[in-house]
């Protein structure tokens, strides 16, 4: 479920024009296109659709104003109180793991790039983004998520007029959930990292939760999935609940700076696989390459020799990840497009390339501050390489591509105009408030030729296929669903990128890092 002009050479692939001169550019397969992008309305863009995946009762601000009030009854038949937080896709559940991934990566955008997103006037949208998944999660503690995937999917309706089970699903003691324990904990301490200044008292509140989620989802091991059997046909783990548990006590580490949480991940890193897994993909189920960059990146002063020695293990398995992406590793390397998109598989390809680039980012940058290179087995590569290669991919998302298409939606001349989304496809409920029935949304709605009527603005879809070519159509959801964990990660990329665009363009500033086109 859940996987048109521009130059001339765009549909002739061996007559691409490459918009950088650069050093040792024979690791990359392909080279961007003679394009430049503007990643600030990028940025704004992204953080647009975020309203569009709100649930319960919208705020007077709202300002995707096709939606309405939804869900406002969640959690009434436990006798709780679950209105809130983000439908996940283009269905109207709103599944715990995944929305806890969508804040984690919405926070760590923010806590390596918020002067960047401040400077593009965005920071308040950003922290409106995180606070509404956090303040959910407050009232979620310990309820992993709301609807039934069954019945949901047997229905094609607007959010507003959902008629489909509501039944929340929670896990216990008795039926222990460590992914989305720890998950939610992770996505709750490096929130607490984004408050800690223009909240200080929200960001104790979510520290509070992280500890206390840590420790339930540590102390009661089990896998989700086998305590709430609805989650395996969407969210199946099948990298268990280890990874989780390393990334939890990561940003917990990052958050409080408790020992207590680094010598968890040190002491467990070599059999819970942090220390020995390597890795081709970040995703919402596979959290190795995120851990091992976070752990790659703490200090080693004051660190005992075994710790040295783990942390330098971290890393190892971290630039393995990276090398593989930038196609430098003697074996194992992340799949491309003939075009030069990274590519993991059929299913919502896209959210596997925009989480590794803020992993690219973010370790460039790292690089860049500590005078360090990244040695693969076929050579080594500097900060500068490394950027160049994540704006080749950030460029064929926005366009440069074989298609000419922005695969992030809204933006840009051409994008998909038929999102495989429940909301965005039917008629905007301020338009009409006539109910749209469960089989109604079917007919009438899904099965339309036409455009959808509402533009998910800020919504990265799945992505062309392994040759380059994507079909526009509404029921192709493997390239047209769009998740909310797609665009969270463009944000600290986007924040990045433009920030760099606007010092380029700069007499008076000194750039870190100049991107040319030619």
């Excluded at 006539?434 to 709605?445: A, I, K, L, N, P």
Aim: negative net charge; contains cysteine.
């Amino acid at each position: 479920m859940r996987e048109q002009k521009k130059c001339n050479s765009l549909t002739h692939p061996k007559r691409f024009i490459p918009c950088f001169l650069a050093l040792a550019l024979s690791i990359f397969t392909a080279l961007p296109f003679c394009r430049s992008f503007d990643y600030g309305d990028a940025l704004s863009k992204s953080l647009l659709y975020f309203e569009a995946q709100r649930s319960g009762h919208l705020p007077y601000g709202q300002r995707v104003r096709w939606r309405h009030h939804s869900g406002l009854n969640d959690g009434l038949e436990q006798g709780v109180d679950l209105v809130g937080g983000y439908y996940d896709a283009g269905d109207n559940v709103k599944f715990g793991l995944p929305m806890a991934y969508t804040i984690t990566l919405l926070s760590w955008s923010v806590v390596e790039y918020g002067d960047e997103i401040a400077a593009a006037g965005e920071f308040d949208h950003a922290l409106q983004a995180i606070k509404w998944g956090t303040d959910y999660f407050i009232k979620a503690h310990p309820h992993p998520h709301v609807g039934d995937g069954e019945t949901d999917h047997l229905c094609w309706q607007r959010p507003e007029d959902m008629t489909t089970s509501r039944r929340a699903y929670k896990v216990d003691e008795e039926n222990p959930g460590s992914e989305v324990a720890a998950e939610t904990a992770a996505a709750m301490a490096a929130a607490s990292i984004v408050f800690r200044e223009v909240n200080p008292h929200y960001s104790h509140l979510l520290l509070e939760h992280a500890m206390q989620l840590f420790e339930f989802g540590e102390k009661f091991r089990g896998k989700y999935d086998e305590s709430i059997e609805v989650v395996k046909g969407y969210y199946p783990s099948a990298s268990g609940y280890k990874d989780e548990l390393l990334w939890a006590a990561l940003w917990l580490y990052k958050a409080t700076d408790n020992l207590t949480y680094f010598n968890f991940a040190i002491q467990n890193g070599e059999s819970f696989g942090g220390t020995t897994w390597a890795i081709t993909e970040f995703s919402w189920d596979v959290k190795y390459a995120g851990l091992q960059l976070i752990a790659a990146m703490f200090p080693e002063e004051g660190k005992t020799e075994e710790e040295k020695q783990t942390l330098q293990q971290y890393r190892s398995k971290a630039e393995f990840y990276i090398c593989a992406c930038l196609n430098m590793n003697n074996s194992t390397n992340v799949k491309r497009t003939p075009a030069g998109l990274l590519y993991t598989r059929r299913w919502n390809n896209l959210q596997y390339v925009s989480n590794g680039m803020l992993l690219l980012t973010a370790y460039s940058d790292h690089l860049r501050l500590t005078n360090q290179m990244l040695y693969c087995d076929t050579g080594s590569i500097g900060p500068h390489e490394i950027l160049l290669f994540v704006k080749s991919q950030i460029d064929y998302i926005l366009g440069a591509n074989p298609m000419g298409v922005s695969y992030l939606v809204g933006y840009g001349p051409s994008y998909p105009m038929r999102v495989h989304h429940r909301g965005a496809s039917t008629i905007a409920y301020r338009d009409s408030k006539v109910f749209v029935g469960c089989m109604q949304g079917y007919h009438s709605w899904l099965g339309r030729q036409a455009s959808n009527p509402n533009i998910l603005v800020g919504a990265l879809v799945g992505g062309p296929d392994f040759k380059d070519g994507f079909r526009d159509r509404r029921t192709n959801f493997a390239q047209l669903e769009a998740c909310t964990y797609n665009t969270a990660s463009l944000v600290g990329v986007f924040a990045k990128f433009n920030a760099l665009e606007k010092d380029s363009s700069s007499p008076s500033d000194a750039p870190d890092i100049e991107l040319k086109h030619v």
